[in-house]
């Protein structure tokens, strides 16, 4: 994780952040109980767009990774460890799905 901050080989390329559930257990905990508090919102979104996306902090640690201190990306690069507890996720509909379904295309801890 922390090499993605400087671009190492096996990467695309250098990226400002670079995080990581704790565990297995922690994200099937997050992801579900993030769809059942906003299961309304989420279906309305899907309804309307096809798509909804969220960031929530999760009140306490999900995750683990490293930020780019280095001005991201306008000064030298510079991995920082943090511990996370917000999380990004993005969940679609499956395309040409009848009846129409829900897919989680990602979810993953993340920086400030």
Do not use: C
């Not at 993605?4 to 096996?10: A, C, E, S």
């Not at 695309?12 to 997050?30: A, L, Y």
């Amino acid at each position: 994780m922390e090499g993605r901050i400087y671009g190492d080989t096996g990467w695309t390329g250098p990226e400002n952040q670079s995080f990581k559930w704790d565990s297995p257990t922690v994200m099937t905990r997050e992801v579900n109980e993030y769809v059942q508090r906003n299961w309304d919102e989420i279906r309305s979104d899907l309804a309307m767009d096809g798509v909804h996306e969220a960031r929530f902090n999760a009140g306490h640690r999900v995750g683990e990774g490293f930020m780019n201190g280095g001005m991201y990306g306008f000064g030298p690069r510079q991995a920082e460890y943090l511990p996370a507890s917000l999380v990004k996720m993005r969940i679609r509909l499956v395309e040409g799905s009848d009846p129409a379904q829900p897919y989680i295309v990602s979810a993953f801890p993340a920086g400030h």
